[in-house]
């Protein structure tokens, strides 16, 4: 079951004898996340203002032959300068809060079988209530962040009522990008959009492909074709890699839910980090108790989170 309206009590989150299981997506968000420390880990940028910059980018002119006589120089050329480009992201706010009775926190040796029946003194799975959904709310705010750090739009807020939303990298417009004619990418397809990501400036220090396990399994098949190109596979952070050899080097593929199924992602995570907004003597994400209103207890989980890629122009994406 996913998140529902509602408090923790022994009807409406009831006790089972069993192996408890998380299921469901929120399970497949992580790769990326892990990738970069997720969300509360040492590679985080600390910010004390919910805009920061990203980056500062400038370009130097076309290189050309200097057509200039002996004449011509005696006198100085008129001036020119190179101008800034400035980019921005934002933190955005993650909050959920919980409530658990006392009845339910009381009652672990309660549980609930088939056609509403109860049976006493047995084993329940969960014994902590409180604990268990502090949990599965920290994991929920990692899904999100997840998911926003990737297919995020970004909104400045310009009032206390206007939602502060982090930008992620899919949807910045000078996003280095190549369309794709099918949905798995050729060859030259990935050359031409690492080409590209070249000449825009990128350094390709690091670069992993994100993509689906479907689009990873497709990309894996077209590199394997030969033993001179079977795929290499590492270990980073949880995230299983497989590492394929490029023209322009070693390229990395990862699965991760948060990417469209139409897309492949490269991101060079050098350049790729998360930002907190802590709020003094609590940190950027926490779990709180509230005030007790009644017969349970009540916690806030609360967090201030945003995403630095630096510039657009460190990454790319293949789409169809």
């Known amino acids: 079951m996913g998140a529902t309206s509602g408090n923790v009590t022994t009807i409406e989150v009831a006790n089972y004898g069993a192996e408890l299981l998380q299921v469901g997506e929120g399970t497949q968000h992580f790769n990326l996340l892990n990738m970069i420390g997720g969300v509360t880990g040492g590679n985080m940028r600390m910010v004390d203002s919910f805009d920061y910059v990203t980056g500062e980018e400038w370009s130097l002119a076309a290189a050309s032959q200097p057509t200039i006589d002996e004449t011509d120089a005696l006198s100085a050329p008129t001036a020119t300068y190179y101008g ?107 050359n031409t959009l690492l080409d590209d990501m070249v000449t825009a400036g990128a350094p390709l220090e690091n670069p992993v492909i994100f993509c689906t396990h479907l689009r990873k399994a497709a990309l894996t098949n077209l590199f394997s074709r030969t033993y001179a190109d079977q ?74 989170l945003g995403i630095d890629y630096f510039s657009p122009k460190m990454h790319g994406k293949i789409y169809f």
């Open 84 to 190: 800034d480009t400035v980019r921005y992201n934002t933190c955005q706010i993650h909050q959920y809060a919980f409530v658990v009775s006392y009845k339910a926190m009381s009652t672990p040796g309660m549980i609930s079988l088939p056609a509403g029946s109860i049976h006493y003194d047995a084993r329940d799975t969960m014994q902590d209530r409180v604990a268990k959904q502090s949990m599965a709310h920290l994991q929920q705010v990692a899904a999100d962040f997840g998911y926003s750090i990737v297919n995020g739009s970004y909104q400045k807020s310009t009032a206390h009522n206007v939602d502060a939303l982090t930008g992620g990298i899919t949807n910045d417009a000078n996003l280095t990008t190549v369309s794709g004619a099918a949905v798995t990418p050729t060859r030259d397809e990935l």
């Open 231 to 304: 795929p290499r596979d590492r270990n980073e952070f949880g995230a299983d890699i497989t590492l394929l050899h490029t023209d322009f080097g070693p390229l990395g593929v990862v699965a991760d839910r948060s990417v469209a199924d139409n897309e492949y992602l490269v991101l060079d995570m050098n350049y790729f980090r998360p930002v907190g907004c802590p709020v003094p003597g609590k940190g950027v994400l926490f779990v709180e108790p509230l005030a007790v209103d009644g017969a349970g207890v009540k916690y806030q989980i609360y967090g201030q």
